[in-house]
Nanobody, 124 residues
Framework: QVQLVESGGGLVQAGGSLRLSCVAS????????LGWFRQAPGKEREFVAA????????QYAGSVRDRFTISRDVAGNTVYLQMNSLKPEDTAVYYC?????????????????WGQGTQVTVSS
């Protein structure tokens, strides 16, 4: 079992920045691919970014590429999502997820463990 707890969400004006954190506990953190997803009201959960086990390979959704950066503390148990140039359409609940495979997946059904989510609201 892996327990994931997100933090860092909040209210920010358009153009601003936020940094989300996700702390993991349980089984060896480095064995998991980690991802961030988000879900806006009335919409399906969508992929945002993923990072490989070693922290060197990453993948991003087209809507956030060049604005968001995913990173992980390989020695520790934390994954981050640095979000810059935020837009109102980035408003959503953001979820951290862990995948026990070795591939960077973009489908939420490929992830085994999920956090409870943190709200991000971007005002115009």
């Amino acid at each position: 079992q892996v327990q994931l707890v997100e933090s860092g969400g909040g209210l920010v004006q358009a153009g601003g920045s936020l940094r989300l954190s996700c702390v993991a506990s349980g089984r060896t953190f480095s064995r998991y691919v980690l991802g961030w997803f988000r879900q806006a009201p009335g919409k399906e959960r969508e992929f945002v970014a993923a990072i490989g086990r070693g922290g060197t390979t990453t993948q991003y959704a087209g809507s956030v590429r060049d604005r968001f950066t995913i990173s992980r503390d390989v020695a520790g148990n934390t994954v981050y999502l640095q979000m810059n140039s935020l837009k109102p359409e980035d408003t959503a609940v953001y979820y951290c997820a862990a995948d026990s495979s070795m591939w960077l997946h973009t489908r939420n059904t490929d992830y085994d463990y999920w956090g409870q989510g943190t709200q991000v609201t971007v005002s115009s």
